[in-house]
Structures are given as C-alpha cells and as structure tokens.
C-alpha cells in the first residue's frame, strides 16, 4: 500500500491540531475548575468569618452585660446571639457549635449571678486571679476551622 506524501502531511497536521487542541481544552476546564474551587472557597471562608466575628461581637457585648446587671433579660441582643449560634449550625464544624454553646451557657450562668462593680470587674481582670477569658476557646476553635479551610483552598 502506497499513501501519497501530501495525505500524510494532511493527516498528519491534523492529527497535530487535534492533540494540541484539546490539551489546550483540557488545560483551560482543569484551570476554570480550580479557580472555580478557590472562588468558592473564599467565599465560604468569609461567610464564616463574618458570622464568627459578628457572633464574637455580639457575645462580648452580653458577656459585659451579665456582670454588671442583674437578672437574665431577652431582648433583641440574646435573641441575636441566639440566631447566630443557630445560624453556625448550617455550616460549622461540631467543635465550633459546641464552643458556642459553652459561651452561651456561661452568660447565662453569669447573668444568674449578683451583678459586680464595674470597676472592680477591671481590677479583676488586670489581676492574676482573674477569671479566664469566656470567649478565648470559641475563638481558638474558629481560628483552626478557618485555617483548615485555608489549607484545603490550594
């Protein structure tokens, strides 16, 4: 069998084209895809982010509250802080919804108990007997999930 040295030039480029044609496909679906993951994942970690922080704020405001008042009060602010943790409950991993929960029940403990002078709690707290920071494990716990989620972006 004899093929003519034009067809095999043809054939030839066009098998070249072809090749080259879908690598340059498959490299811009797998390039689309992974800026497509990265996109996501930015925007899942400032969700996050954003409920955590507001969910920080929120409880810092309360937190101050039930010690320097009496009694357990629901208004808009505990309804709030309510919703967030809730909210976390959409997307958060276990660890952070139960570090929630422990800020949670420790305003109410603390709201339970007889208010304190606003300037003693100060002294307390730039003391070495001072009361460890209610927040500081919800935080630590939020910083880890955000860097895992950090992590797995690249």
């Not at 003391?127 to 910083?143: E, T």
Request: glycine share 8%; hydrophobic share 45%.
């Amino acid at each position: 069998m004899n093929i003519d040295a034009a067809i095999l030039t043809t054939l030839s480029a066009l098998g070249g084209a072809v090749i080259g044609g879908g690598a340059s496909l498959s490299a811009a679906i797998y390039t689309q895809r992974f800026q497509d993951r990265i996109q996501r994942n930015a925007r899942e970690i400032a969700k996050r982010e954003s409920v955590y922080a507001d969910f920080i704020v929120e409880a810092s405001k309360l937190l101050l509250n039930a010690y320097v008042n009496d009694g357990l009060r629901l208004n808009g602010d505990e309804q709030h802080l309510i919703g967030l943790a809730n909210r976390m409950r959409l997307f958060a991993p276990p660890r952070i919804i139960e570090e929630a929960d422990q800020v949670i029940r420790g305003i109410v403990e603390i709201s339970l108990q007889p208010s304190v002078d606003l300037g003693k709690l100060a002294a307390a707290n730039l003391s070495n007997g001072a009361q460890p920071d209610l927040l500081l494990p919800f935080s630590r716990a939020c910083r880890l999930d955000l860097d895992e989620l950090n992590r797995t972006a690249v």
